[in-house]
């Protein structure tokens, strides 16, 4: 750390790129280094980052004194690896999505977290769209009643380009799934952290437009420990790319959003339910690029949880997603997909 700022590096530059974008901009970071084995990549970042120093060897850039932080952004097979070695050499780190490939990889990072004391994040950015906060509030506080269904949809697209890119993705050795893994992740950890624990699952999983070694399309029913249910969609067949969609029925109540962008706002014990929910589709409507004046100071995506991240190093706290919650994600795609190779439904402790 100097002159009171963290110092922050990143490892991968693909979609690490976000991640150097939020610690170059913010006032308590200074971004030091990035790493990748892409020099390509690297120069790119050398010139868009002034002062940065660049490093294709990971070994070189945990020897960097000045670097306090490290964003793991490397393929999601590797972050187990990665991150515990950054810890073990008394770096905190942020992790990208999944934490990892199985449960059992992913609670390697919170072993190492406990053991070595350093602070280790997440990437489960929507959690903070601007629609979630009301969302949560509303699951929290019992304005829904008693939850009964949850409908949960990831209607995506990706070109066989996508996956030909890189080597890695769709394949069950180095992205651990495709749709569901990959593209569905943020929203399976947004079904378990509004709806609570799972019970059980049996679900569905294919190939059906693409040349990959693993699914793009799968169709779950869960049910939840609060006897709730819920399905869940995922794909990347959608052209070209149609919604995200996250629903919520409870007795009291139903809310639909569509990623960020809230749709429906239905309360039965409102004073004025149409104008209630008039006034939440104004404020909530339009998603993070157009927060009203209430929520125009929140970040969002990355941003923000890159400069989280940064605030709990330096503030001496927990990020506000850490190993153990995401841990629940990689959890519940994993079930989807025994669920489906068995044909059985699986059963949570």
Not at 46 to 54: I, P, S
Not at 63 to 76: H, K, Q
Not at 126 to 145: H, K, Q, T, W
Request: hydrophobic content about 40%.
């Amino acid at each position: 750390m100097k002159n009171g700022k963290l110092g922050y590096a990143v490892l991968g530059l693909g979609i690490g790129m976000a991640h150097a974008d939020a610690a170059y901009a913010y006032e308590r970071a200074e971004l030091v280094a990035v790493c990748d084995i892409d020099v390509k990549r690297l120069s790119k970042a050398e010139k868009k980052y002034a002062g940065v120093t660049a490093y294709t060897d990971f070994e070189a850039l945990l020897a960097d004194e000045r670097v306090d932080v490290i964003s793991i952004c490397l393929p999601s097979a590797m972050h187990a690896d990665f991150a515990v070695r950054a810890m073990e050499a008394g770096k905190h780190v942020l992790v990208e999505k999944p934490l990892d490939i199985t449960p059992e990889r992913a609670q390697l990072i919170e072993d190492a977290r406990a053991r070595t004391g350093m602070t280790c994040g997440v990437v489960h950015q929507n959690r903070f769209n601007v629609d979630m906060y009301p969302i949560r509030e509303a699951v929290e506080s019992g304005r829904l009643g008693n939850l009964i269904l949850g409908t949960f949809a990831v209607k995506w697209y990706r070109d066989q380009s996508y996956y030909d890119n890189g080597g890695w993705r769709g394949t069950w050795e180095m992205d651990g799934g495709g749709s569901l893994m990959n593209q569905a992740v943020h929203t399976v950890d947004l079904m378990q952290w509004l709806m609570g624990d799972v019970e059980s699952i049996s679900s569905h999983i294919g190939i059906y437009n693409h040349d990959i070694k693993t699914e793009d399309t799968t169709a779950s029913l869960i049910k939840f420990k609060s006897g709730a249910v819920a399905t869940f969609v995922s794909t990347t067949c959608a052209y070209p790319g149609i919604s995200t969609e996250i629903m919520l029925y409870g007795t009291d109540g139903s809310i639909e959003a569509d990623a960020d962008c809230l749709k429906t706002w239905k309360m039965m014990n409102a004073e004025d339910e149409d104008a209630e929910e008039e006034a939440m589709l104004a404020r909530y409507g339009g998603g993070n690029m157009t927060a009203t004046p209430e929520d125009a100071a929140r970040r969002f995506g990355h941003d923000h949880v890159v400069c989280d991240m940064i605030d709990a190093v330096l503030d001496g706290r927990d990020p506000q997603v850490v190993p153990s919650d995401a841990i629940r994600a990689v959890k519940i795609v994993c079930g989807v997909y025994e669920a489906a190779k068995t044909g059985k439904t699986v059963y949570f402790d």
